[in-house]
């Protein structure tokens, strides 16, 4: 059984993992048109209210991402707590990084 739980795990883990590359993608890529639409208007000599609408439009965008990328962390947080609830405390699942060290109320980090 163990071992069953472990390749679901590693397979949440992937699609985990897929999804916020995604995200970090899709929102490198929406502050890259929300930066250069006023560079082009200022370029091509343009009124500041020309592609107003745009720009707006495109911060809202920019901005959804954030709040589905916060969601996405707390989901990579709460399947972090799903691994010890089913007994996988001691398996690795990540993705080559280090995490964040991380004080809670009843524990201090030492040196």
Do not use: C, Y
Request: glycine share 6%; proline share 2%.
């Amino acid at each position: 059984m163990l071992k069953e739980r472990r390749e679901a795990a590693l397979q949440v883990a992937e699609s985990l993992f897929a999804a916020e590359r995604a995200i970090d993608v899709a929102l490198a890529s929406a502050a890259q048109l929300t930066a250069i639409m006023p560079t082009a208007r200022t370029q091509a000599n343009l009124s500041a209210v020309v592609g107003q609408g745009a720009i707006e439009s495109a911060a809202e965008a920019f901005a959804a991402l954030v709040r589905a990328r916060q969601q996405i962390v707390a989901t990579h947080q709460q399947l972090d707590e799903t691994k010890v609830q089913i007994g996988l405390r001691t398996v690795a699942i990540g993705g080559g990084m280090e995490k964040p060290l991380v004080a809670n109320n009843h524990l201090a980090v030492v040196a």
